[in-house]
């Protein structure tokens, strides 16, 4: 069976993923002991774009959150938005988004159809932290006049709870994938 | 003119319509039949949205496998979910939307907006957000967002099972007063005068078919 | 419509073009970025008054500034140890501005405007294999998703702390994300009804 609106289902599924990230921005934080940071459910929505809906469309899901962001709707989490998040030193962070997706979304493809935790999980960091540091400290050295090292530790107080939210995706994709078999990375 | 030749859907393993052969060409069909019994299937094979796995479905002369883009121009769909439909900010620009898709020059957009916000008396709408439209408001948007394309063929599939009785009611009445073949699947089978014909589906099969009162007639009293 | 950061005003910095204002904070991120406390001294001028002739009060740039302020101490204070207490000064002086700017006109500009201004940058981009008006399709479609997955999100922590389990996260966004991708589905099919065509 072939059905016409399955060419249509992709281009809505991005609309869709950008909608998505900004509601988990929403989420209640996950209480996690030790760590100051609080950690906020939108990157979790960068690693599952990428793992549900592979590269091109994760990247484009992500580009068009960050698009809505630009536009002036407070869509990040904490009610920011606007140009000015793009301006502070941690914006490489939140550029840094469509990349992860599509780096996470390139290894998903791969083990699709041979999905397990694990190999969900790699993939979500991957993206949702090789990739977000390798924008993030950087950029956070160069706006803020750190070295690479320095921006690095000042960037770990994320790590933790960045690891739980792979974790999280790589559950989360497992169960999707199987309760929605339509959708394919 | 609608004609299904010997049509089967499949869904991987699942056979959702089988051995389906017949001619649509009353003004009014209902279709009617329990949950699962193929109706979805059944409505979407008439605007080429899904397209059979064995044999042929062809609309004013076109095959919906070959001209699905074409069909869809000569078919208009309502569905169930008065969410799904609108797309756009507010009801105008939702109307013009589908026009445009169309490929209907600009200057030709608001009058036919107009036009057919005026023949659902629903010209009041023009200017109010999507979202914040009741269910029942909404539906008849949609049904405006069909018509507005002006189809040759309107197929709705349970347009009213998310509506309370008396919105319901409402869309059928409206529903009644067009000027097109209107082709429905539906529950509220106690909302279908005026129809001429009703086919009753079941486990992917045409069970009943013939005059709508004697079809319902006898479905109602199987489900008793 | 969902709320933007966007505050109702009818100042002659509203009034301004879209794209004059993207223009002008381009323009000044370079001179911020390169120049030195002369130039940070200019463009903070200009932006105060421009920021009080539009008449929108302190509170756009609080909001903007305030997630900030834990990062842009410790910078301050990494730099006052790495170098001195006025380059550490100048430094998030510089951000603190950047921020400004950016603030301002987010703050004068409304979403439909950016969004115009967008459609017309991305025109040309066509021949490169962007399509601006799919770009702004499929913004708009975003736009009218987020309300409903905020719906969506609500209803089903709704329905786990009936269920005792309001503590997992995976039970909070696995029927968000199937019910997001169903609604989503449908739309295509409506969609495809209505005679679009995806690029």
């Given at each position: ?185 | ?150 189809p040759d063929i309107l197929i709705c599939d349970e347009p009213t099972a998310m509506l309370d009785l008396r919105r319901a ?56 | ?199």
């Amino acid at each position: 069976m072939r059905a016409a609106s399955d060419t249509f289902r992709g281009p809505v599924r991005v609309a869709v993923f950008a909608a998505m990230v900004a509601a988990l921005g929403v989420l209640p934080p996950i209480p996690l002991p030790v760590i100051p940071v609080p950690i906020t459910a939108q990157t979790l929505g960068v690693m599952l774009a990428g793992l549900l809906l592979g590269p091109r469309r994760g990247a484009e899901a992500l580009a068009l959150f960050l698009l809505l962001v630009a536009l002036g709707f407070p869509l990040l989490a904490g009610g920011r938005g606007g140009l000015s998040v793009f301006a502070g030193p941690s914006a490489g962070f939140l550029i840094a988004y469509p990349f992860a997706a599509a780096a996470t979304g390139w290894a998903s493809r791969r083990v699709w159809t041979t999905y397990a935790f694990w190999r969900g999980f790699a993939c979500a960091l991957l993206g949702g932290v090789v990739v977000v540091y390798a924008f993030g400290i950087p950029w956070l050295a160069t706006v803020g006049g750190l070295t690479l090292a320095q921006a690095a530790i000042g960037s770990a107080v994320f790590l933790p709870g960045d690891l739980v939210k792979a974790i999280l995706a790589a559950v989360i994709a497992g169960i999707v994938r199987r309760g929605y078999p339509a959708l394919q990375p | 003119m609608i004609a299904l030749d010997n049509v089967k859907v499949r869904y991987g393993v699942r056979v959702a319509l089988t051995g389906v052969s017949t001619t649509l060409s009353e003004r009014r069909i209902a279709i009617i039949g329990d949950n699962g019994s193929g109706k979805s299937t059944f409505a979407r094979l008439l605007n080429g949205l899904i397209i059979p796995t064995v044999g042929r479905v062809s609309v004013l002369g076109l095959d919906t496998a070959r001209d699905g883009a074409q069909v869809r121009r000569r078919v208009g769909f309502v569905f169930q979910n008065p969410e799904s439909q609108l797309v756009m900010p507010t009801v105008a620009e939702d109307l013009a939307f589908g026009l445009k898709a169309h490929g209907v020059p600009a200057g030709e957009r608001a009058a036919r907006v107009e036009a057919t916000l005026q023949q659902l008396g629903a010209s009041a709408l023009r200017d109010r957000a999507c979202a914040e439209l009741s269910g029942g408001e909404k539906q008849l948007v949609a049904l405006a967002g069909a018509l507005v394309l002006a189809p040759d063929i309107l197929i709705c599939d349970e347009p009213t099972a998310m509506l309370d009785l008396r919105r319901a009611r409402t869309f059928m009445k409206v529903l009644a007063g067009l000027p097109q073949q209107v082709i429905v699947v539906t529950h509220h089978v106690d909302l279908l005068a005026g129809f001429e014909r009703a086919i009753l589906l079941a486990e992917g099969r045409v069970v009943e078919d013939g005059g709508a009162a004697d079809v319902i007639a006898r479905y109602v009293a199987a489900s008793a | 419509m969902m709320r933007a950061v966007y505050t109702p005003g009818d100042s002659s910095v509203h009034r301004v073009s879209a794209a004059a204002k993207l223009a002008f904070l381009a323009a000044t991120a370079v001179a911020v970025a390169a120049g030195g406390p002369n130039a940070l001294v200019v463009v903070a001028v200009i932006v105060a008054a421009a920021w009080v002739r539009a008449g929108i009060g302190a509170r756009p740039l609080f909001q903007s500034l305030r997630p900030m302020a834990a990062i842009l101490i410790a910078i301050f204070l990494a730099q006052v140890w790495l170098r001195d207490v006025p380059g550490a000064a100048l430094l998030v002086a510089k951000l603190a501005v950047l921020v400004a700017v950016a603030a301002l006109v987010s703050a004068t500009t409304k979403v439909s405007d950016m969004l115009e201004t967008l459609e017309r940058v991305l025109a040309p981009l066509r021949r490169v294999g962007v399509n601006a008006e799919h770009v702004a399709f499929l913004t708009v479609l975003a736009i009218r998703f987020v309300p409903a997955l905020f719906r969506i999100g609500a209803e089903v922590r709704e329905a786990q702390r009936a269920r005792g389990l309001e503590r997992s996260p995976v039970a909070a966004i696995v029927p968000m994300l199937i019910r997001a991708l169903r609604e989503g589905d449908d739309v295509a099919e409506a969609l495809a009804a209505r005679g679009w065509a995806p690029r």
